[in-house]
Nanobody, 121 residues
Framework: QVQLVESGGGLVQAGGSLRLSCAAS????????MGWFRQAPGKEREFLAY???????YYADSVKGRFTISRDNAKNMVYLQMNSLKPEDTAVYSC???????????????WGQGTQVTVSS
């Protein structure tokens, strides 16, 4: 019954930056691990980053050093700061919530609708 809504997607030039936001409902947010995933057409959903209940973070190699995940528990918000964007970053980006930090999709119980990110060359 947790609802997640992403925003902030759009069109950006290669090398540029974009910040995605994920608004979560419910008072359980502060005790929930949050992750960001993306899916390009014809490809499987790809793990990008997570932030745990204690604030611990982990990144996929494809985005390490370029993307930063953060959370604001008071606002029930999770963010993904995306820098040095590449055309291959083009995908639908989704946030997800689960009981614990994980890189695996089945461990996330709730998903947002996704927001499109397009990086032009």
């Amino acid at each position: 019954q947790v609802q997640l809504v992403e925003s902030g997607g759009g069109l950006v030039q290669a090398g540029g930056s974009l910040r995605l936001s994920c608004a979560a409902s419910g008072r359980t947010f502060s005790s929930t691990a949050m992750g960001w995933f993306r899916q390009a057409p014809g490809k499987e959903r790809e793990f990008l980053a997570y932030i745990g209940r204690g604030g611990n973070t982990y990144y996929a190699d494809s985005v390490k050093g370029r993307f930063t995940i953060s959370r604001d528990n008071a606002k029930n918000m999770v963010y993904l700061q995306m820098n040095s964007l590449k055309p291959e970053d083009t995908a639908v980006y989704s946030c997800a919530a689960g009981p614990r930090s994980s890189i695996q999709i089945p461990n996330y119980d709730y998903w947002g609708q996704g927001t499109q990110v397009t990086v032009s060359s």
